[in-house]
């Protein structure tokens, strides 16, 4: 289970490069991120959540230190590149897929992330058994929809969709950002439940970045706290299990009080 | 009377290449693409030089598209690596064409009077006036048509209709959307540099001020095609640009019936452009009326 898939060492990352008002986000952090963890992110506005999560993706170019994947240096490939091991889902389920394109035919791009796209016919009807069956699994009805536009789906639908494509094809790394934020609490329930059946039942490795305390403590083995660019808690196994609110709380406060 | 209806429908299809090339720009990748005004006279003016210089015209069309795709690789590389926002990108292709097309053809009008062109292609040669124009275009069209229709099947031209439809998501699945945008531009461009040495050949000559407002008209031919036919899936709408081209060919004959003349044909365009592209708000406007007339009514 101690086996690092991801490390970052010593990463920084600057805003307004080179102008009078740089700001450093990350400071110099340090992260390692073993097969299997099912990592929950938590950090309160403007710690450096999201830049973490933009500097893993490739979003944002880093200025120094490295990020390896399996030992490898990986901190140099574009965003289009680190598809081919890491997703991502987004918290705005408008970013996650394709409004004019149908369900089936945004599950048929998610299946071929990170590879080369030809000019060979897409065979579209050959896949349908199979998205018909995946998408039963996340219980909203989504299996009816396969041939509407996703941008006739609910919220709820779209995130459920956003997270099956992110996991469709097996990702070394996958990253959520808030993804149930922006839904409504039951729904929000509900993805995060079949998040975390997937997550376990497939042995994905994920970070999760969420607000909701209780959310960050119910799932995964991993707990990390963000703060001021840098990650100032860090605890897995009996001791996440052992962590409580109350004492995430007083630690929230020890930080910014 | 007739004779005019034939040479319409005729004028429509050889027009609908442009249609079609501006559609993958304009209503997939989501952009107005100016070059297109550039590109279409460049077409035109490299198929009518090449042919003046005895090449075979088929292979002068193929060399419009040619030069098409070459037009829309300089804005696409303009806009992804450059920077340079679309619009203006392609104003600046479309303004350095201008110079280049005098170049090609040494002068403002090249003439291809007395010259083979493949409306004298001798199948189409012995069939009666304006028929050959027709047959031409509908053979182009429909091989076009299939061309793009499988094309946008491939898992290359889902990632094409992707990049269009949500980039962020479209590059977090490692689709190489800058890439995508430089191909659409130049097929695009492509398709209208063809149908600018259609046009061009169907004329009888190439003229440097020929690329001035086709992108109305272009516009005109994907927008009545939706106007008139509404929903549509895809593979219809492709389908429904050639024959909102063909439908735009009509208007223009049923303006000249009304006594307008040639010059004005400019200004009726995007008259007609305008007016359906206003279509939405009109009908908006037509229904909070209603709302309005109602909400009084439920009062009294």
Redesign the interface.
């Known amino acids: 289970m101690s086996n690092p898939i991801l490390e970052l060492r010593d990463v920084v990352v600057n805003v307004n490069q080179n102008t009078a008002e740089q700001i450093m986000i990350l400071k110099h952090l340090n992260l390692t991120i073993n097969d299997g963890d099912f990592i929950t992110v938590l950090g309160s506005n403007g710690a450096g959540k999201s830049t973490l999560f933009n500097a893993i993706g490739g979003n944002l170019p880093i200025d120094s230190g490295d990020i390896l994947l399996h030992g490898k240096p990986v901190g140099h490939e574009s965003e289009e590149q680190r598809t081919r091991f890491l997703s991502r889902v987004f918290q705005d389920p408008k970013l996650g897929t394709a409004p004019r394109m149908t369900v089936a035919e945004n599950l048929l791009l998610a299946e071929k992330r990170g590879q080369r796209r030809g000019l060979v016919p897409r065979h579209l009807k050959q896949a349908m058994p199979h998205f018909k069956e995946i998408t039963s699994t996340m219980n909203n009805g989504l299996e009816q929809r396969l041939n509407t536009p996703t941008g006739n789906l609910s919220g709820g639908q779209r995130q459920a969709l956003s997270f099956l494509m992110a996991t469709l094809k097996r990702p070394d790394i996958l990253l959520l950002d808030e993804h149930t934020a922006a839904l409504d609490p039951k729904t929000s329930q509900q993805l995060m439940r079949t998040t975390n059946e997937r997550i376990t039942d497939q042995h994905l490795t994920c970070l999760m970045i969420t607000h909701h305390l209780d959310d960050a403590l119910t799932y995964g083995n991993r707990l990390i706290v963000v703060n001021d660019g840098q990650i100032t808690f860090d605890v897995s196994g009996d001791a996440k299990k052992a962590l409580t609110q109350d004492k995430l709380l007083e630690f929230f406060n020890d930080f910014e009080g | 009377m007739i004779g005019l209806g034939v040479s319409a429908v005729g004028q429509g299809l050889l027009w609908a290449t442009l249609g079609l090339g501006l559609f993958l720009t304009f209503r997939i990748l989501d952009f107005p693409d100016m070059t297109v005004e550039g590109t279409f006279p460049m077409g035109a003016a490299a198929c009518v030089a090449a042919i003046n210089q005895g090449v075979d015209p088929l292979l002068a069309s193929l060399l419009a598209f040619g030069v098409g795709m070459l037009c829309g690789l300089a804005t696409g590389l303009l806009y992804t690596k450059g920077k340079i926002p679309i619009l203006l990108a392609g104003i600046l292709v479309m303004t350095a064409a201008y110079s280049i097309n005098l170049r090609i053809m040494g002068r403002a009008n090249l003439t291809l009077l007395n010259k083979p062109t493949l409306l004298k292609l001798p199948f189409l040669k012995s069939m009666p006036m304006y028929f050959d124009s027709v047959t031409l275009g509908m053979i182009i069209i429909v091989v076009l048509t299939l061309l793009l229709v ?2 946008l ?7 094409f ?2 990049t269009g ?2 980039e ?10 800058d890439n995508m945008k430089i191909m659409g531009l130049m097929v695009s461009n492509g398709i209208i540099g063809l149908g600018g040495a259609l046009v061009a050949q169907n004329d009888g000559y190439a003229d440097v001020s020929m690329g001035i407002g086709v992108i109305v008209i272009a516009l005109a031919s994907i927008i009545i095609g939706e106007v008139v036919f509404g929903e549509l899936t895809l593979n219809q709408r492709l389908i429904a640009v050639t024959l909102g081209s063909i439908l735009y060919r009509f208007v223009l004959l049923l303006v000249l019936k009304l006594g307008f003349s040639t010059n004005d044909l400019k200004l009726l365009s995007s008259v007609v452009l305008a007016l359906c592209m206003m279509l939405p708000v009109f009908q908006r406007l037509f229904n909070i009326k209603k709302v309005i007339k109602r909400g009084v009514t439920a009062h009294e």
């Open positions: 499988y094309f099947q491939t898992d290359l031209g889902q990632a209709i992707a439809d949500n962020k998501m479209a590059r977090s699945l490692g689709i190489r959307t």
